[in-house]
């Protein structure tokens, strides 16, 4: 069974950090651009950061750059999303995948979403 988990969500109060987790099995994150995506109550998903599997080179949605910093773990097999600075408008389910539809349509739904973890920003 092929499988991304994604975990390291928590209620946090603003100016704080936390950092969540992509773990594979079944399958190379190395050979696969990875995105994290996040999805508030009441709002559509949307994209946050991404990683290529060619170069390393990484995007970030301009809400979120120079706060949030996106590496891989080869030896884990494991995509980080670090969060520093967080505000309460970061409260959102977040969620990581390979999929390259997502990159450009992350309001889409093609299937292969996970359970997401939460992160919830606040006083």
């Known amino acids: 069974q092929l499988q991304l988990v994604e975990s390291g969500g928590g209620l946090v109060q603003p100016g704080g950090s936390l950092r969540l987790s992509c773990a594979a099995s079944?399958?190379?994150?190395?050979?696969?651009?990875i995105g994290w995506f996040r999805q508030a109550p009441g709002k559509e998903r949307e994209g946050v950061s991404c990683i290529s599997a060619s170069d390393g080179s990484t995007y970030y949605a301009d809400s979120v750059k120079g706060r949030f910093t996106i590496s891989r773990d080869s030896a884990k097999n494991t995509v980080y999303l670090q969060m520093n600075v967080l505000r309460p408008e970061d409260t959102a389910v977040y969620y990581c995948?390979?999929?390259?539809?997502?990159?450009?349509?992350?309001?889409?739904?093609?299937?292969?979403w996970g359970q997401g973890t939460q992160v919830t920003v606040s006083s």
């Open positions: 079944g399958f190379t994150l190395d050979d696969y651009a």
């Open positions: 995948n390979p999929d390259p539809r997502y990159f450009t349509d992350p309001a889409a739904d093609f299937g292969s």
